[in-house]
């Protein structure tokens, strides 16, 4: 004879609890990147790197990599909460933005982006200047810009129209709004980095504040990017949980196991 036992989960208090631990963890990066990086406390270089929110394959990076692959998997788990309730189309839509963030966090880690972008400029240097490659390396900032980032920005407006009703709907637009709020403005700062006129805002901030040394401001610069592209996956991902949880109300799960043997 077995017994059942039930085990309520308040879903609002571990959502809630999560969020303040991504926030807490990415102070403690912050703070850690600021004690190890910038009052050079290790001469190591790789000891300074592990904690370096501005360079790629570091904790930091590990971190916001993880982030957006957990988001993807919350996405494809809507996906598959609300099929056979939806139209086929949308709930191809869903899975295809969970496959989209499980993909913003592979790329997040493996900088497949920069790759693919000094991928076009060695083809440039090679002498094999065709039309596509000319139009690419036009772009005044780094080169993934051209044709990396438009796909990016489909997808998020794919998102966008797909989700936001719903968000809306449910009162949780906030989630949707800054957290892709704070995407574009990291992506922004991003392309203005790969500019020329970086190093004349680079030269005025360095004056107008009295930084002392350069790497106060270049690196200053990166880190905000990287801590709003990690924060608004947070953002993003804590609204997606809540519009899961929304979807999972009231619904029962319950675990049946049969014993392939008996000793």
């Given amino acids: 004879m077995t017994t059942e036992s039930t085990t309520v989960l308040d879903l609002n208090q571990m959502i809630r609890r999560l969020l303040i631990a991504c926030v807490i963890i990415q102070l403690t990066l912050l703070l850690a990147d600021y004690v190890i990086n910038y009052l050079d406390i290790f001469e190591e270089r790789g000891m300074r790197r592990i904690f370096n929110i501005a360079r790629e394959q570091s904790i930091p990076s590990w971190f916001s990599s993880i982030q957006a692959q957990l988001l993807g998997v919350t996405v494809l788990t809507i996906a598959m909460v609300q099929r056979g309730q939806i139209p086929r189309w949308r709930t191809i839509a869903w899975f295809a933005a969970g ?10 880690y493996a900088e497949l982006h920069e790759k693919l972008g000094g991928a076009v400029n060695r083809m440039a240097e090679a002498g094999d200047n065709t039309q596509l490659t000319e139009t690419l390396l036009a772009n005044p900032s780094f080169n993934w810009h051209s044709f990396i980032a438009p796909i990016y920005a489909l997808f998020c407006l794919g998102v966008l129209a797909l989700a936001g009703p719903e ?4 009162g949780l637009w906030p989630w949707m709004l800054f957290g892709f709020g704070c995407w574009a403005v990291s992506q922004a700062i991003d392309f203005v980095e790969g500019m020329d006129v970086a190093e004349d805002i680079y030269d005025w901030a360095q004056a ?3 930084i002392e040394r350069r790497y106060g401001v270049t690196h200053t610069a990166k880190l905000i990017e990287e801590m709003l592209e990690m924060f608004g996956t947070t953002l993003l991902w804590i609204g997606f949980l809540h519009y899961l949880a929304a979807l999972l109300q009231q619904r029962s799960l319950r675990f049946v196991y049969h014993p392939t043997g008996r000793s």
């Fill in 167 to 170: 968000f809306w709907r449910r």
């Fill in 208 to 210: 107008t504040f009295g």
């Fill in 99 to 108: 496959l989209f963030f499980l993909w913003v966090g592979i790329d997040d």
